[in-house]
């Protein structure tokens, strides 16, 4: 159970021409660990991200998640394979105002055609899982942003996905509370078995990643054990 992305090109239109976001880019995941892709703005990383997420169609290569090959899904495969193999955290965190934070990840078992009744003790669970049982009857307005990353964190893992993709999980957050944001996702990724990715132009907090990835103007180096 990984997410492999073999060979990965994407190019935006760009003028009389087209811009190369992702060049030629090969990805394994191996499912209990997290890969940290770093690089410089522009460099491709939500490109990335995106394709994994099957958000994205690429021009060429494929992208296998969960043992599925994704290439020539039509949309509705794509939207119920995301929705039950697939955790994405986005970098602009959009919870409900209106709702607590367990009731955010009991939506997300409703939109999966289950009953919200029924997922609260998962819902719960997770809640538990990232520290913010007491916090479960707050609105997203009571968090902080810590918190609040960390309800992001506990809905996208709701419908038990076998891969996570984050995209920039500290951007908001103060040093010591991104660096518990990342320990929080590596212990999840590794108690979990998910396959996780998350991108970050900050190199300064992965210390608990499995492997970083380096890309580049749209090409990815070999990883290197963190
Ligand atoms: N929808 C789009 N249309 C055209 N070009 C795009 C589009 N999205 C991204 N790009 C370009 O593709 C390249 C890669 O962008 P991408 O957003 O993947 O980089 P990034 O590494 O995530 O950057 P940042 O760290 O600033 O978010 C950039 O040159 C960007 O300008």
């Keep these: 159970m990984t997410l492999t992305l073999d060979r990965v090109t994407l190019t935006y239109p760009d003028g009389d021409g087209r811009l190369t976001a992702l060049d030629d880019v090969s990805l394994t995941v191996p499912e209990g660990t997290v890969t940290a892709v770093v690089g410089p ?13 099957t958000l994205i169609t690429p021009d060429s290569g494929r992208v296998v998640v969960d043992g599925t090959d994704t290439t020539g899904l039509g949309r509705a495969e794509l939207t119920a394979l995301r929705r039950t193999r697939i955790g994405i955290v986005f970098q602009q ?23 919200p009744r029924g997922a609260l003790p998962r819902a719960l669970e997770l809640l538990d899982a990232v520290g913010l049982r007491d916090q479960a009857g707050r609105r997203p307005h009571q968090l ?8 992001n964190i506990a809905r996208a893992l709701m419908n038990d996905p076998k891969v996570l993709l984050i995209d920039e999980p500290t951007s908001a957050l103060d040093h010591e509370r991104g660096s518990a944001v990342l320990d ?13 990715v998350l991108v970050t132009h900050d190199r300064t907090r992965l210390a608990s990643v ?17």
Excluded: W
């Excluded at 902080?144 to 309800?151: I, T």
């Excluded at 499995?210 to 963190?226: K, M, N, Q, S, Y």
């Design 184 to 196: 929080l996702i590596t212990t999840l990724t590794h108690e979990r078995s998910t396959a996780t």
């Design 41 to 53: 703005s522009g460099s491709g990383k939500s490109s990335l991200l995106a394709v994994a997420a």
């Design 93 to 115: 965190a959009n919870l409900l105002p209106s709702l607590s934070a367990v009731e955010q990840l009991q939506v997300m078992a409703h939109l999966d055609g289950r009953s």
């Design 210 to 226: 499995d492997h970083i990835a380096e890309v580049h103007d749209g090409r990815l180096t070999v990883p290197a054990a963190a």
């Design 144 to 151: 902080s942003g810590g918190q609040r990353q960390r309800v």
